[in-house]
């Protein structure tokens, strides 16, 4: 890994979606779908076993923005049902695919964090 500022590692592999190993190649295949392993350096992702946990903090994240928009939306302006479904829906669907990058690309650098910490504790032993 490179010896950088540990905001710069997490914003690199956060916002842009980058190996945790190299920060060179994307972590992702198409818009959401993790890769099996880094094409630079090798790192093998399938052992870092994510789990729900992802998804977990997806909706709620976006759970919590939307029915905030909703209430204050109903207080303030009280519209139509139907045009309630027209904003909310199209923008859950957006929220969900812009926030699922950045949380699976943290818990892998968390997993590969954690896995490095472990190989290292282990080699003092």
């Not at 992702?28 to 977990?56: P, R, T, V």
């Not at 699976?104 to 997993?111: D, E």
Request: glycine content about 4%; some cysteine.
């Amino acid at each position: 890994m490179n010896r950088q500022k540990p905001i710069l590692y997490i914003l690199k592999t956060l916002i842009l979606g980058l190996c945790p190993s190299c920060l060179k190649a994307s972590i992702f295949h198409k818009i959401i779908i993790l890769k099996k392993d880094c094409h630079i350096c090798s790192e093998d992702f399938s052992k870092y076993n994510l789990g729900d946990a992802d998804n977990f903090f997806v909706i709620l994240v976006v759970g919590i923005i939307i029915m905030a928009g909703l209430v204050f939306a109903e207080i303030q302006y009280q519209p139509s049902l139907f045009l309630q479904m027209i904003i909310w829906i199209p923008a859950t669907i957006v929220l969900s695919i812009l926030f699922t990058r950045p949380i699976k690309a943290y818990f892998l650098c968390l997993g590969y964090k954690l896995d490095k910490k472990r190989k290292n504790t282990q080699y003092e032993k």
